[in-house]
């Protein structure tokens, strides 16, 4: 059965299948834009139930993680706007929580304390990203998303996509050299 | 080596990662990179910078999932139970409507008989049929309407 027309049946087992295939990403993303993994943990289950009331929408020709990614990102900025003029950026304050959190890898403990020392860096350095330059930054070189697809979820021209990847990446070199990861 | 070439060779790196750049461009920030080692050192903090991007690692945590996935499954069990609430109020909608189309003209003319015996005029009978035609259907249906964006704004 094809996604879309699986995704029209509302069929709970294709969403398990679904959130089996793209939890990382998704989870990951979220994290990329709100800065903090209990409200990421939050949107992340309100978008899996809006791929399901929505899923008539879908068409075939999309690939779904755009899809999925602008269901997610419309969710975050409706909880910011709910939280009475919060921005997309206040939402991510790292006073309001953990920020990012590394992952355990599942190699030696050795392994699992460089990994953990190397990626609570990294979130360190990416918390201090502004959450719009962070999250073109994770959607070009972890999701390695064209640009194309990128305006698509972020409802932006190209030129907008571009120079926040230019002076994302600046300001990520910029906190590399700083922090010496 | 002047200022330009630097700025050129700065912009040029970022340009690499980002959008792409033409081939002459690449044989030149690579004689540049070759020959300059403020640049390169430049070109491998921007590498460095990538690849610790690349490497970040965060996951979903199982219960995380384990949630959204019973979310789901409560939620599409709803809409299940939904649909088969349904299906008796569609079958009556059409029976309703089969109904009315087939007694029309009988309507029409006992609301015809009613005028002469009241000895009201002619368009105040063709009035009073069409008020018993749409009023009820059109106050169902701005209940439904009502209902539907009230429930619109509740999930969004």
């Known amino acids: ?181 | 080596m002047n200022i330009e070439n630097h700025e050129r060779a700065r912009k040029l790196l970022a340009a690499r990662r980002i959008e792409g750049i033409s081939p002459i461009e690449e044989t030149w920030l690579d004689d540049h990179l070759a020959q300059c080692d403020d640049c390169s050192k430049e070109a491998d903090t921007l590498a460095l910078a990538i690849n610790s991007l690349r490497a970040f690692s965060v996951t979903a945590r199982p219960e995380a999932v384990r949630r959204a996935s019973a979310a789901i499954r409560m939620r599409a069990e709803q809409r299940q139970h939904e649909r088969q609430r349904a299906i008796p109020i569609w079958i009556a909608a059409a029976m309703s409507g089969a109904l009315a189309i087939f007694t029309t003209p009988y309507t029409w003319a006992v609301f015809a008989w009613l005028g002469r015996m009241l000895q009201v005029s002619d368009i105040a009978w063709q009035l009073g049929f069409l008020m018993w035609w749409f009023l009820p259907a059109s106050v169902v249906a701005a209940v439904a309407a009502r209902q539907k964006i009230v429930s619109n704004r509740e999930s969004l």
Do not use: C
């Open chain 1, 1 to 181: 059965m094809k996604l879309a027309q699986a995704l029209r049946s509302g069929d709970p087992d294709v969403l398990d299948t679904l959130i089996e295939k793209y939890q990382h990403r998704l989870m990951r993303y979220l994290i990329s834009i709100t800065g903090n993994r209990a409200t990421a943990e939050d949107v992340f289950q309100e978008t899996w139930l809006h791929v399901l009331e929505r899923g008539h929408q879908y068409r075939e020709q999309w690939k779904f993680e755009v899809w999925l990614f602008s269901i997610a990102r419309h969710l975050v900025i409706d909880l910011s706007r709910r939280k009475k003029g919060d921005s997309l950026d206040a939402l991510m304050n790292p006073d309001e929580g953990a920020g990012f959190e590394p992952t355990a890898s599942t190699s030696s403990p050795f392994d699992d304390v460089l990994a953990m020392e190397e990626s609570t860096r990294m979130a360190q350095v990416l918390s201090q990203i502004p959450a719009g330059y962070r999250e073109v930054l994770m959607l070009r070189f972890q999701e390695d998303l064209a640009l194309e697809e990128m305006a698509n979820i972020i409802k932006a021209p190209l030129s907008t996509v571009k120079s926040r990847l230019y002076r994302g990446l600046d300001a990520l070199r910029q906190q590399i050299e700083g922090s010496k990861i």
